[in-house]
Structures are given as structure tokens and as C-alpha cells.
């Protein structure tokens, strides 16, 4: 009431942005929506009969897609729960959409614990997404009009949400690199996608929100450039200008099954070349011994 000016009591109709806006937010995120699509349409598939919406919004709490049943269709539409419905909390108060994007983790918010009295009727469980630099670009919200909800079935929701849009933030994630080897960085104290983009250097060029928190690469925007094998505190890998001639030996050596002419030619040197170059670095022209000191 103090913050954004709202009554609880207010019984307007929920805020839309103007057809040209939404497309243009859509437009803005359209490969992110590609990407969400069929994990929005895999959750609506397990929570669609229960009389539940599956909604997707974007940074601001802008309805960027949805999917519900038909039939629950000018219920939903109603209330607001649909593309172009403005969900943040300057326009709704507290809210399941709004407070998951102002206090920036997932919620529940049932029933009455909704600030305007019109939303009371609703159940909402919410999960924020974030982008490849880190930042908050989505909330994943699971909506119920069902008066029998209980609060035990919305924790069961909440949990696919949480996990549906870990999935999306990692789909979204790699659609951001598609040339980089991406490596799932595994954390005991971290739910959330933990991914790491790296180049054909060994230089990470990208993480998950959770994966520069992890491993201190910085919370938004661009990381600091550091080599992959730094992070997990391993010493062989390549270091020093005779490591990476090794280690590129070795590849080229392996992508040619053993074969040092075709090897050669893969790195641009003669094969009398590569073969003084191999008895230097203590290589052997056995596949089975590449790797041999």
C-alpha cells in the first residue's frame, strides 16, 4: 500500500501491456522462448488436468506465453493469467510471478497470502530463470484456481517447477554457446544448473549464475577469462608452451587413429617435423602409448 499506491479491496482488471509492446518483449527473447517451449509444454502435460496454467514471464513479470486447458481458458483469462497480463508487484502486490522476481528465489504464495483480494481464489507456485550472463531473464509460474488445493500438493508443484526451470536456464544455456564445450560442474550445495562453457583453448567463456557464484567468476555480465583447468584445481593440464604442443599433439595423433602423416598435415608441419617434434615431447607413434612420459 506505502510502496505502489494498491488497495487490496481494488477489484480491477488486471494491467496488459498493448498488443505491440508484448510482441516486442517476445520478439526480444524469441530464441529463449523456442528453447522453453517444450519444457513448458512437458509440464503442462503432467499438471494441465489438475486445473493448473503453466505461465511463462519476462524480467519484469510481462506474461510472455502460457498454456492451459481449454475449458479453464476465460477462467484464466479472467484473472489475468495470460499473455500481456503485467504480474510484478507494483502492479499486483504480492503475488507468485512478482515476488519470485522482487526477491529473486522460488515461492508459494496460496491463496489468501495474495495482496489483492481479487487473487485470493489462486494458488501460484514460481521459480525464477536466469540467463547465460547471470541475471534473473524469467519466472516459470504454475497457477490453480482449484479450492482444494492443499498447501502439501502446491510443495509437490513448487518442486517441478524449481526443476523445470533449472532445465530450461541449462537448455538456454547451451543454446548461448553452441560451439563451446559445455561441463556440468556438480556442487553439494547448490540445486541449481551448474554449467560451464568452455572454448577450444580451455579458457571458460561462460557460466550459470550458480556456476560464477561457485567458483567466484563473478555474479552478471562478462566473466574473467580463466582456464577450465584452474577451477578444479588440476595441474596436468596444459601449461606452459610444451604442455599445449603436447597436448595438441596428442589430439591431432588421436583424431588421426595413430596415423602421423594425417597428422601432420591436420597441424601443418612435415611428418620428419612431427616426428622430432613426438621423440621431444616423449611420444611414441602407438596410439596405446600417446600418453606415455
Given at each position: ?46 499438471l ?143 540445486e ?16 550459470t ?41 596428442i589430439?591431432?595423433?588421436a ?24 621423440n621431444r ?7 596405446g ?5
Amino acid at each position: 500500500m506505502l510502496k505502489h499506491g494498491l488497495d487490496p479491496a481494488e477489484r480491477r482488471v488486471p494491467e496488459r501491456v498493448e498488443e505491440a509492446e508484448l510482441r516486442q518483449r517476445q520478439v526480444g527473447l524469441e530464441q529463449f522462448l523456442q528453447v522453453a517451449a517444450p519444457k513448458l509444454d512437458q509440464l503442462f502435460g503432467l499438471l494441465g488436468h489438475s486445473g493448473c496454467a503453466v505461465l511463462l514471464t519476462d524480467a519484469e513479470g510481462v506474461v510472455l506465453d502460457q498454456r492451459c486447458a481449454e475449458g479453464d481458458a476465460p477462467i484464466f483469462e479472467d484473472w489475468g493469467l495470460w499473455q500481456g497480463a503485467d504480474w510484478s508487484e507494483a502492479a499486483e502486490g504480492t503475488n507468485g510471478i512478482g515476488t519470485c522476481i522482487a526477491e529473486d528465489r522460488r515461492v508459494i504464495i496460496h491463496r489468501n497470502e495474495h495482496f489483492l483480494a481479487r487473487n485470493t481464489a489462486m494458488s501460484c507456485m514460481d521459480a525464477p530463470i536466469y540467463g547465460a550472463n547471470g541475471r534473473i531473464m524469467a519466472a516459470l509460474d504454475v497457477s490453480s484456481a482449484r479450492s482444494d488445493q492443499t498447501e502439501a500438493f502446491n510443495r509437490l508443484i513448487g518442486a517441478m517447477v524449481a526443476q523445470t526451470a533449472r532445465q530450461i536456464e541449462a537448455d538456454n544455456f547451451r543454446a548461448a554457446y553452441p560451439r563451446a564445450r559445455i561441463i556440468y560442474a556438480d556442487h553439494d550445495e547448490s540445486e541449481a544448473a551448474m554449467l560451464l562453457a568452455v572454448d577450444s583453448d580451455d579458457i571458460v567463456v561462460g557460466a550459470t549464475r550458480a556456476a560464477r557464484k561457485a567458483f567466484s567468476l563473478g555474479n552478471e555480465a562478462a566473466i574473467r577469462p580463466v582456464p577450465a583447468s584452474d577451477l578444479f584445481g588440476r595441474e596436468d593440464g596444459p601449461r606452459g608452451f610444451e604442455k599445449a604442443e603436447r597436448a595438441a599433439v596428442i589430439r591431432a595423433l588421436a583424431r588421426a587413429g595413430g596415423n602421423v602423416s594425417e597428422a601432420a598435415r591436420a597441424l601443418g608441419v612435415g611428418r620428419a617435423t612431427l616426428y622430432r617434434r613426438m621423440n621431444r615431447l616423449g611420444l611414441y607413434e602407438s596410439t596405446g602409448d600417446l600418453s606415455q612420459e
